[in-house]
T-cell receptor, first 114, second 114 residues
């Protein structure tokens, strides 16, 4: 399978704990995006990388959130001191620079904070 | 900044009937427009996109959409739906550069009745 993969698919954590999600983009894609989707809503943009550089961050990305993309390959999204409001589906997408602007989405990681 | 309004949160339609899912957007700059479909427990899949040129765009699975600049709309249509079209449909916009994160509408749940 050469699509975008995300791990884990599901994560249940207690409030106050830290969690980390991983996204592996399609191999030749150099742009990578993170979105958050809550129940009944469309995905909301969080941040994006071009190679290893984080180029844009949404105001939704509070200081408890940090994303990295070392070596411009996979990316991680960490949430520190989780709150119940962080419960959502976290989606990753990738795109090839100079491509047809189609973002390819992974299956998402569903986070439940209890 | 951009915004997207999907006027119907839920659209029930009988199998083999035509359907139209409405999308209006707001932007101070030219935009690219997209429709994505999300099946249960899956990531988003691109149905079609408008970048420039012909205002009528055709996508996968028999869907098409028409870009109307004066009405700032990008409605999605299918002449005859199938039970397998039951899913959540999202309209999205991106500034004309194409590299930025997408702004999504809240989604329309298409329900196909036998």
């Amino acid at each position: 399978d050469t699509g975008v993969s995300q791990n884990p698919r599901h994560k249940i954590t207690k409030r106050g704990q830290n969690v980390t999600f991983r996204c592996d983009p399609i191999s030749e894609h150099n742009r990578l995006y993170w979105y958050r989707q809550t129940l009944g809503q469309g995905p909301e943009f969080l941040t994006y990388f071009q190679n290893e550089a984080q180029l844009e961050k949404s105001r939704l990305l509070s200081d408890r959130f940090s994303a990295e993309r070392p070596k411009g390959s996979f990316s991680t999204l960490e949430i520190q001191r989780t709150e119940q409001g962080d419960s959502a589906m976290y989606l990753c997408a990738s795109i090839r620079s100079g491509g047809a602007y189609e973002q390819y989405f992974g299956p998402g990681t569903r986070l439940t904070v209890t | 900044a951009q915004s997207v309004t999907q006027l119907d949160s839920q659209v029930p339609v009988f199998e083999e009937a035509p359907v139209e899912l409405r999308c209006n957007y707001s932007s101070s700059v030219s935009v690219y427009l997209f429709w994505y479909v999300q099946y249960p427990n899956q990531g988003l899949q691109l149905l079609l996109k408008y970048l420039s040129g012909s205002t009528l765009v055709k996508g996968i699975n028999g869907f098409e959409a028409e870009f109307n600049k004066s009405q700032t709309s990008f409605h999605l249509r299918k002449p005859s739906v199938h039970i397998s079209d039951t899913a959540e449909y999202f309209c999205a916009v991106s500034p004309g550069g194409g590299a930025d994160g997408l702004t999504f509408g809240k989604g329309t749940h298409l329900i196909i009745q036998p």
